[in-house]
């Protein structure tokens, strides 16, 4: 089972950037992005496959990046024009979901 390690988030004030980093034990397919604010069910945030292609919540279209680099194991998620609700914190996982990391908080305030 790959073990999933993210990083990279932080307290940004409204309109700041933050990129993520989700580092695998192992070779990984499709990847997904996630989050889970506070008193809310987790939900998806964007996806990329093996190939590249990408999907993405309509909430963070426009905003949101995710990209790979399969040699380095790592998914990213570059996040621009933050906003207060998109405070949660956030978890890579393989598509479909298998263990969950301690994922990565992101606070967004002023």
């Known amino acids: 089972q790959v073990q999933l390690v993210e990083s990279g988030g932080g307290l940004v004030q409204p309109g700041g950037s933050l990129r993520l980093s989700c580092a695998a034990s192992?070779?990984?397919?499709?990847m997904g992005w996630y989050r889970q604010a506070p008193g809310k069910q987790r939900e998806f945030v964007a996806s990329?496959?093996?190939?590249?292609?990408?999907l993405y919540r309509d909430s963070v279209k426009g905003r949101v990046t995710i990209s790979r680099n399969s040699a380095k194991k790592t998914v990213y998620l570059q996040m621009n024009s933050l906003k207060p609700e998109d405070t949660a914190v956030y978890y890579c996982?393989?598509?479909?979901?298998?263990?969950w990391g301690q994922g990565t908080q992101v606070t967004v305030s002023s």
């Open positions: 990329i496959s093996s190939g590249g292609d990408t």
């Open positions: 996982n393989t598509i479909p979901p298998t263990a």
């Open positions: 192992g070779s990984i397919n499709a």
